[in-house]
């Protein structure tokens, strides 16, 4: 089955085909900014579904602050993971502190149960960047697809070198 990369920049690389028929994929999404968040999870299950992957479960945490401890928990149960969530910058260090430990745990994750990680979680200066870059109508990127995209393309090319 064949996906695209959305309205992505140039930059974003071309993952061809990608076919992800028989994988359990989860879908793990902070509450945070609901018209964001819906276009987010949007983007990733027609991301999924346009790869083979039908169902995959969702799991709702408050924040992205709670992304890594959810990940972490479903990492085994599960082929690839998609973590989305947004972070918008205010008057305090607090997005810095929610964007690095949103970062890191998900890293951790990644790294340390070998469960791909698409990392979909917007850390941006004001909420017009968020819309832009969520999927919904008038956006010009889709991250939530891409994160899938993303972590799908992953589990498929550890596959392929038999890892």
Known sequence: MSTTNGA???ASPDLGTLNGTGLRAAIVASRW????????????LAGLSGAGIDHP???????????????SRLAGQ????VALGVVIRGGTPHFDYVCNAATNGLTQVAVSTGTPVGFGVLT??????ALARCGIEG????????????ALATVLALRAAAC
């Open 78 to 81: 599960f082929d690839l993971l």
């Open 33 to 44: 900014h609901q018209v964001v968040m819906d276009g987010l999870v949007a983007g990733a």
């Open 139 to 150: 956006s010009i990127e889709n991250k939530g697809r891409e994160a899938a995209e993303a």
């Open 124 to 129: 941006c200066d004001d909420e017009a960047q």
């Open 8 to 10: 992505a920049g140039q």
């Open 57 to 71: 479960t969702v799991v709702r945490v408050p924040g992205s602050f709670e992304l890594p401890v959810a990940c």
